[in-house]
């Protein structure tokens, strides 16, 4: 399948896209199987503040030469695409390892938001990519996802859920500073009501869906913080802490929620 200059709505999004994906094929030769887009551009609630997710499926486990190859390559877009390149989130997995979550075949290649690539766990809660793969993701080359990718069972998306919010997110939000971003307090405002959502029905909603249903689900009390973080997607660079205290406090609920 060749990849179209539309795949998404978003012409600079689709210049990195298709240099990522002519880069890839070079560096991996016989070793490229497919590339694919999940994250936000999948679930249709991208915006100026996303990121750009993305899984390369590989026939085989990656050498050390190799991975540094495609290191290497990233520093490169990053440097050509000071907008664009530098938010792509791209893991690297075989085939053998993407079909199903196996601990035994966890460690792969992943570049993060503004990152080097390195080795990186792509534990249970990733089975949350999976399922978004699978069912909504942007074939750019390749057979389709679901050929690769078995379907994701919904206690399974809980328990990716739980994963996070019992191990990551206590650990995460310890220090207030990493709150002071507007637009990240916006993010992780949302990213609640998604995991909220994922825990009551087992499958994934966008943003907004997740946002209007929590506004609905979890009442008065935290409906207006949620209204906000709506808002402040539109505006992420603010530098108001007026809210701070409550985001703190929804993440706690979050926590709790999950316990």
């Known amino acids: 399948m060749v990849l179209s200059p539309h795949s998404t709505p978003y012409p600079e999004v689709n210049t990195v896209l298709q240099r990522l994906l002519s880069d890839v094929r070079a560096i991996l030769g016989?070793?490229?199987l497919g590339?694919?887009?999940s994250g936000s551009l999948a679930m249709g609630d991208f915006d100026e503040s996303s990121d750009i997710d993305a899984l390369v499926v590989t026939t085989d486990a990656l050498p050390e030469e190799v991975v540094c190859a495609l290191a290497q390559m990233h520093e490169r877009l990053s440097a050509t695409y000071p907008k664009w390149g530098v938010e792509l989130e791209v893991s690297y997995i075989p085939r053998h390892a993407v079909r199903r979550y196996d601990p035994a075949y966890d460690?792969?290649?992943?570049?993060?938001?503004?990152?080097?690539?390195?080795?990186?766990?792509?534990?249970?809660?990733?089975?949350?990519?999976?399922?978004?793969?699978?069912?909504?993701?942007?074939v750019l080359a390749g057979p389709a996802p679901r050929t690769l990718i078995d379907p994701v069972h919904p206690d399974d998306m809980r328990r990716a859920v739980l994963v996070t919010l019992r191990e990551v997110w206590p650990r995460r939000f310890h220090d207030p500073i990493e709150l002071h971003?507007?637009?990240?307090?916006s993010y992780i405002v949302l990213t609640g009501c998604r995991m909220l959502y994922t825990l009551e029905y087992g499958s994934v909603a966008s943003k907004p869906v997740a946002a209007w249903w929590a506004q609905e689900a979890l009442g008065a009390r935290w409906a207006v913080l949620i209204a906000?973080?709506?808002?402040?997607?539109r505006d992420p660079h603010s530098g108001e802490l007026d809210n701070l205290r409550e985001v703190q406090e929804f993440i706690q609920y979050v926590i709790d929620h999950a316990r």
Not at 181 to 185: D, E, I, L, T
Not at 228 to 233: I, K, N, S, T
């Open 228 to 233: 906000w973080a709506v808002e402040a997607r």
């Open 107 to 138: 460690l792969h290649p992943y570049i993060g938001r503004g990152e080097s690539l390195r080795i990186e766990e792509h534990g249970r809660e990733w089975d949350i990519q999976r399922h978004v793969i699978r069912e909504r993701g942007i």
């Open 30 to 32: 016989t070793q490229f």
């Open 35 to 37: 590339k694919y887009i």
């Open 181 to 185: 971003p507007r637009g990240y307090r």
